[in-house]
């Protein structure tokens, strides 16, 4: 079963400055999905950014950018120029290629951003 | 366009009682996923429904339950409810099933308490 993990239950940047999120994960698969999901206190997850597993090309979106490591399985999302709006928890996801839509998420992270 | 509707937004129950939650996907979505979301466990797949079939479902006991309807709209059920049932639940909704360059889009989720 696949299983993901993100080691660091909270983190703190500074307004205007860089932050990198790191996730890990475990899968037998060759070829599957990764997302980072954004979930402010209005509690809607909303999709930051998302990487195919056969793309070595690293996805970016505006100031989230991610580093995937297929080989050690490792999928950090990182954030330049900090905002305020930035504040919210953080789940690092897997789904599967194909099938199921079923999502395996990581127990998450607290993002504090001050200003 | 508009997104993921979950009602109610909040419910109160006590135990023993039965509850049921509704979700209506994006227009034209046509796969409907749940998740609980605790504390302690954080984000667990429930079930995964498409045209009105239940394709996939994770690893929760026999009392909850779900439907899909031909206008896509999903209902989920849980009987006898119990305290450890008080969670967060959310609804995804993704145009078909097995694509995830389609991702899944949130609803801002029902909070169940359990009294």
């Known amino acids: 079963a696949q299983t993901v993990t993100q080691s660091q239950p909270e983190m703190s940047v500074q307004e205007a400055e860089t932050v990198t999120l790191s996730c890990t994960y475990d899968?037998?698969?060759?070829?599957?999905?990764l997302f980072w999901y954004k979930q402010p206190p209005s509690r809607q997850m909303i999709l930051v950014i998302r990487q195919e597993a056969y793309k070595q090309q690293n996805a970016t979106e505006n100031r989230f950018s991610v580093n995937f490591q297929k080989a050690a399985k490792s999928f950090s999302l990182k954030i330049s120029d900090s905002q305020l709006g930035d504040a919210a928890m953080y789940f690092c996801?897997?789904?599967?290629?194909?099938?199921?839509?079923?999502?395996?998420f990581g127990k998450g992270m607290k993002l504090t951003v001050n200003p | 366009k508009a997104g993921v509707t979950q009602t109610p937004r909040y419910l109160i129950k006590t135990r023993g009682q039965q509850v049921t939650l509704s979700c209506s996907p994006i227009s034209g979505h046509r796969s409907v996923s749940w998740y609980q979301q605790t504390p302690g466990q954080g984000l667990q797949f429930l079930f995964e429904y498409f045209s009105e079939t239940q394709r996939n479902k994770g690893n929760f006991p026999g009392r909850f339950s779900g439907r899909q309807f031909s206008n896509s709209r999903s209902e989920m059920n849980v009987s006898t409810l119990e305290l450890g049932d008080s969670a967060l639940y959310l609804c995804?909704?993704?145009?078909?099933?097995?694509?995830?360059?389609?991702?899944?889009?949130f609803g801002d989720g029902t909070r169940l308490s359990i009294l």
């Open positions: 899968t037998s698969e060759s070829d599957y999905y």
């Open positions: 996801a897997y789904h599967t290629q194909g099938g199921s839509e079923k999502l395996v």
């Open positions: 995804a909704s993704s145009l078909i099933p097995g694509f995830s360059n389609q991702p899944q889009h």
